[in-house]
């Protein structure tokens, strides 16, 4: 991306102004989160609507405590490589989270208030409403939010968050990725363990198990939800 000198100063100030706290939300969508009577997601993640009271919990504390989210979310396109008319299920999946649907929504547990939207289509990015607007929204047509939006990496910049405290879906795919993004940009990442929910092992790309234990030989550290709401007393 292209930026001014005057917008690479502006940013230089901001990222110089550091955040201690970032909450860090993956996907929680209506086509990933819901299979009941409500809605019926293109590719639910089994047992997701358990950790929907924990999701609001922290959305609750974000709001209280004016903690800034980074949410992500899944924003597709019928040309995406990642949607397919027959798809593997580990790099190809079904029509999901299309860009306009219901199914790309967030659920209420998390939807994210008074946003600023990043669509990863945008040619340019507003600095100052990165920094001061408390939900930040990326919508990406990728697993990896920093693949899939070429401006996840300047709004991180920005923000420049000591600690990030990570949640949604699922698990062992895009919560996977940006717990791996982010340790890879040396961030204190915990992960909010009763607010992630994965998929099963026989239809996922890489086990939970190898999943975690990655995670934790990489450095980072996990966290209940009561927990981090203790922490933020």
Known sequence: MNY???????????????????????????????S????????SVKGARVIENNLEKLTNLA?????????????HTIDDVEISETPDYKNTYPKHCMAH????EYVPATNPKNAYKIDW???????????????????KNHFNSFDGNAHTEKVLDIINPQKVFVYGVATNVCVNFAVEELLKRNK???????????????????PLESVLANWENKGAKFITTLELQKYLR
């Open 4 to 34: 001014s000198k005057n917008n690479k100063k502006q940013n230089d100030n901001y990222i110089n102004n550091l955040t201690e706290i970032l909450f860090w939300n993956v996907d929680t969508q209506y086509d990933f989160m819901r």
């Open 36 to 43: 009941d009577e409500s809605f019926t997601g293109a590719l």
């Open 63 to 75: 709001e209280n405590k004016n903690i800034k989210v980074v949410n992500t979310a899944d924003w």
């Open 101 to 104: 649907t219901k199914g790309a």
């Open 121 to 139: 289509q945008d040619e340019k990015l507003d600095i100052s409403k990165v920094a001061n607007t408390r939900n930040v929204v990326l919508y």
């Open 188 to 206: 204190n990442v915990y992960v909010v363990t009763d607010a992630i929910k994965e998929l099963p092992n026989e239809i996922a790309a890489t």
